[in-house]
């Protein structure tokens, strides 16, 4: 539909109607408009899945593997269908929007949401979102570039003001969603903190160069509630502020317009972009039905078990892997996450997923009839507690696996109750006269001894046991930040003593406050084995075993929304059990099951080390094919990974009166570690696959013209015994510049497959964007002309050729 047939529409409507439209009707739905043929638009949270509008346990969703795990994959062919999997995945839950990609940067290695992000490096993050941008978009569900701009650590994000300078901004943090809107994102979502002193849900980089320069075309959304203000913002180029139906906007903005303080033609610009995505989703008459592709769930579980291997990176391998399960007889499978993996990051973006394929289970289906496989948990990792679930207790009332939720009012009558499957519960249907919610179940313990037990959320609560009194306070909470008091709320906890099989009735309570949220949590955690013993009997294991592999990985609080992580260490528990069980046995792997960079002070005492991220549900599947030789880790490193978080040259997260200074400025990732003159564990771009490979030749043009992209062809041959998949990385560095330059920096990559013995060619394809520098002075991109040193390789610290371009002018 063109401007001239939404400005007709646009006619069709009052002041107020459309002002209304300009906040959500609910918390995840635009309002609609009968008159005009305008529906509701659903949005939903991504980017591992589509939970759809309720928290609700028994409305499963399909789990991809986390957004760092597809930063890793350097494959855009795949996370473009993996985009479409998101999109099915929408269709069939009745959404319109997905609010992902996460295009924010690994600027520290301690943001606590780097799970949800791509990479260090602005080129391969806004590659990776394009893909997923077009993979979402082509089956008409709107994708939602996040969170614009500076979002790039959670320690006081609804606050935090980011100062960055603005060479900064364009060319490291604003590049990604540059490379967004190229790719024709529908929606761009503005975040919480401020940048350069401005809440980024008024700032004016939402007009320039987004909407100016950039000609973004779409709806700019305010990340939930973030929108605080009422003229600043309707003067600023938001469109849409979300949740609803309550918000700054509303009757304020509407008298803000009559009193002359915001220009009525600046809303109809919102409402006009706010029903161009209508359109584009067939939310305006005449609605076009959500394409749900036929027999939608074929193939998917295939495509996420691909897409694990393809996202897991080998960082180190001494001829140990792959296994070859014909010369194996026994497998020591040892470490908590090898039962407990996690399979995404804690936070808003998370789903329900209804089978986890863990990596025990994996590797059991995988040598079913060919090997023994025995398992050991190891010591304890420090989990948080987990919530009541059907593994191990009964609703009180039916007997059916689960937990009784009940709503009572202010005289403690029941105004309903209803068997649910978790004792986490973060949006239960609420009834006029709801004063508290309670959470009961039966639960069996499978061991004696002291029991952890606790309760979470904001209020006052109590809780029970066999009518004993473990917690009963008021507890309330210094922050607003949505996902804690939403989602994540902090858990209280007490002990208590239980004998095996003996049942015991568990209640939890909670008063509703306004204004808290409606999150209530409820947690259970047996007594820990004896770390002692506990070690031991896993050394046994390992060393009875032809092979041992050890799962290790972060707990749910130590990478989520609404934290910063405190380290990198996985903990001496788990440090000490790789050490143990790799001084044993020489053909020790160790999978890391964590979502960004820690700490690995063994990695060179294990055989083997492989990251598989937070893989999504078919993560045992998918690790068993890698492990096993089915399938080759095809990842390298989004981002470089520290030794120790001492050796880090960027860690800062935490502001100062307020402000977070980007202080280190161009220099993030592996232009920070060059900068400084240090090596790291791991360079960004490294992994390791099952062959190697030999750089043959290399074809560069000696002259290119400024602003327009050039072709490095590079052949390389597989020297190994087996298939593979290269991925062949280009950098830059312009030695003498007249302008501060990374030391080198990231200019693009192709990936190629080859048989054994066989060449095969590839073409980086260098974009004009490479060669660019934002001059501050002039307000413009600029090129410098003059010679760079082009440099080939397998990662930012592995270059195998080395040759000089020289740019003119056009």
């Known amino acids: 539909m063109n401007d001239e047939a939404l400005d007709r529409l646009i006619g069709k409507l009052s002041l107020e109607q459309k002002v209304r439209l300009l906040t959500g009707a609910t918390t995840w739905r635009t309002a609609g408009e009968a008159g005009i043929g305008l529906r509701e638009m659903v949005a939903s949270d991504g980017p591992a899945g589509v939970r759809g509008e309720a928290w609700d346990e028994r409305l499963t969703s399909t789990l991809?593997?986390?957004?760092?795990?597809?930063?890793?994959?350097?494959?855009?062919?795949?996370?473009?269908?993996?985009?479409?999997?998101?999109?099915?995945?929408?269709?069939?839950?009745?959404?319109?929007?997905?609010?992902?990609?996460?295009?924010?940067?690994?600027?520290?290695?301690?943001?606590?949401?780097?799970?949800?992000?791509?990479?260090?490096?602005?080129?391969?993050?806004?590659?990776?979102?394009?893909?997923?941008?077009?993979?979402?978009?082509?089956?008409?569900?709107?994708?939602?570039?996040?969170?614009?701009?500076?979002?790039?650590?959670?320690?006081?994000?609804?606050?935090?003001?980011?100062?960055?300078s603005g060479r900064t901004l364009r060319e490291v943090y604003l590049a990604p969603f540059e490379v967004a809107v190229e790719a024709g994102v529908w929606l761009v979502m503005a975040g919480y903190n401020a940048v350069g002193g401005t809440t980024m849900t008024?700032?004016?980089?939402?007009?320039?160069?987004?909407?100016?320069?950039?000609?973004?075309?779409?709806?700019?959304?305010?990340?939930?509630?973030?929108?605080?203000?009422?003229?600043?913002?309707?003067?600023?180029?938001?469109?849409?502020?979300?949740?609803?139906?309550?918000?700054?906007?509303?009757?304020?903005?509407?008298?803000?317009?009559?009193?002359?303080?915001?220009?009525?033609?600046?809303v109809d610009g919102k409402?006009?972009?706010?029903?161009?995505?209508?359109?584009?989703?067939?939310?305006?008459?005449?609605?076009?039905?959500?394409?749900?592709?036929?027999?939608?769930?074929?193939?998917?579980?295939?495509?996420?078990?691909?897409?694990?291997?393809?996202?897991?990176?080998l960082l180190r391998n001494s001829a140990v892997l792959p296994l070859d399960p014909a010369g194996l007889s026994t497998v020591a499978v040892v470490g908590v996450h090898a039962v407990s993996p996690r399979v995404q990051g804690g936070g808003s973006a998370g789903v329900f997923c209804s089978d986890v394929v863990t990596p025990l289970a994996g590797v059991r289906a995988l040598l079913r009839g060919r090997a023994r496989v025995v398992y050991e948990p190891g010591p304890a990792p420090g989990f948080p507690p987990a919530p009541l679930g059907t593994d191990r207790c009964t609703d009180p009332e039916s007997g059916a696996p689960g937990v009784l939720l009940r709503v009572l009012d202010a005289a403690g009558r029941e105004l309903y109750a209803q068997h649910r499957l978790s004792g986490r519960q973060l949006e239960p249907d609420l009834p006029p006269g709801a004063r508290t919610v309670e959470i009961g179940a039966v639960l069996r313990p499978r061991r004696s001894g002291e029991w952890m037990f606790g309760v979470g959320g904001f209020g006052r609560m109590t809780l029970t046991v066999d009518d004993r009194v473990l917690l009963d306070g008021e507890f309330s909470g210094d922050t607003d930040d949505p996902a804690v008091v939403h989602v994540n709320p902090p858990v209280h906890t007490a002990r208590t003593v239980l004998t095996s099989e003996r049942p015991v009735h568990v209640v939890a309570r909670r008063e509703l406050v306004p204004g808290r949220g409606r999150a209530t949590v409820v947690v259970a955690a047996p007594p820990e084995p004896d770390p002692v013993t506990a070690l031991e009997d896993a050394v046994r294991a390992a060393r009875d075993a032809d092979a041992a592999i050890v799962v290790v990985g972060t707990t749910e609080h130590g990478e989520t929304e609404g934290y910063d992580r405190a380290g990198l260490s996985l903990g001496w528990h788990q440090d000490e059990l790789v050490r143990a069980v790799a001084a044993v046995n020489p053909r020790t792997v160790v999978v890391v099951n964590s979502g960004g960079p820690v700490e690995l002070p063994w990695h060179r005492e294990a055989g083997a080390v492989l990251l598989t991220w937070f893989p999504g549900q078919e993560a045992g599947a998918g690790l068993a094919d890698v492990l096993f030789g089915l399938a080759e880790p095809g990842g390298r490193l989004p981002t470089t990974w520290a030794t120790s978080l001492a050796d880090a040259p960027v860690t800062r997260t935490l502001p100062i009166g307020g402000r977070l200074d980007y202080a280190e400025g161009l220099h993030i990732g592996h232009r920070a570690w060059l900068r400084a003159g240090r090596e790291p564990a791991y360079w960004f771009g490294h992994g390791l696959g099952y062959t190697t490979w030999e750089y043959a030749a290399v074809e560069a043009p000696a002259c290119v013209v400024a602003g327009e992209p050039f072709t490095v062809r590079v052949t390389v041959r597989n020297t190994g015994t087996r298939a593979g998949r290269e991925v062949v990385q280009v950098y830059l560095a312009r030695p003498g510049s007249a302008v501060e330059r990374p030391v080198r920096w990231f200019g693009g990559y192709a990936a190629v497959r080859a048989e054994a013995g066989r060449t095969a060619g590839a073409e980086v394809v260098v974009g004009p964007r490479a060669l660019r520098h934002w001059s501050e002075a002039d307000r413009c991109w600029a090129t410098e002309p003059g010679p760079y040193r082009l440099m080939v390789g397998r990662s930012a610290g592995d270059t195998r050729w080395e040759g000089e371009v020289t740019v003119g002018g056009p």
């Open 271 to 313: 409402v006009r972009r706010l029903l161009r995505l209508a359109d584009r989703v067939g939310a305006l008459e005449p609605h076009r039905p959500r394409r749900v592709p036929v027999a939608a769930s074929r193939g998917t579980r295939a495509l996420l078990r691909r897409a694990v291997g393809a996202g897991s990176v």
């Open 64 to 164: 991809l593997p986390s957004a760092s795990a597809l930063g890793a994959m350097w494959d855009e062919e795949l996370v473009e269908r993996l985009g479409g999997l998101l999109a099915t995945e929408a269709a069939r839950k009745g959404v319109d929007v997905v609010l992902a990609p996460t295009l924010n940067l690994h600027r520290s290695p301690l943001g606590g949401r780097h799970f949800e992000c791509f990479s260090e490096d602005p080129e391969l993050t806004g590659r990776t979102g394009a893909a997923l941008i077009r993979g979402i978009q082509a089956l008409g569900v709107a994708a939602t570039a996040k969170h614009y701009v500076g979002n790039d650590s959670e320690t006081d994000r609804l606050t935090v003001d980011v100062r960055a």
């Open 202 to 266: 008024a700032s004016p980089l939402l007009a320039e160069p987004l909407k100016g320069e950039w000609r973004f075309d779409g709806v700019v959304v305010s990340d939930w509630a973030a929108v605080r203000t009422t003229e600043e913002t309707g003067r600023a180029a938001l469109d849409l502020a979300m949740p609803g139906p309550d918000s700054p906007w509303g009757a304020s903005l509407v008298r803000a317009v009559k009193d002359g303080l915001v220009a009525e033609e600046t």
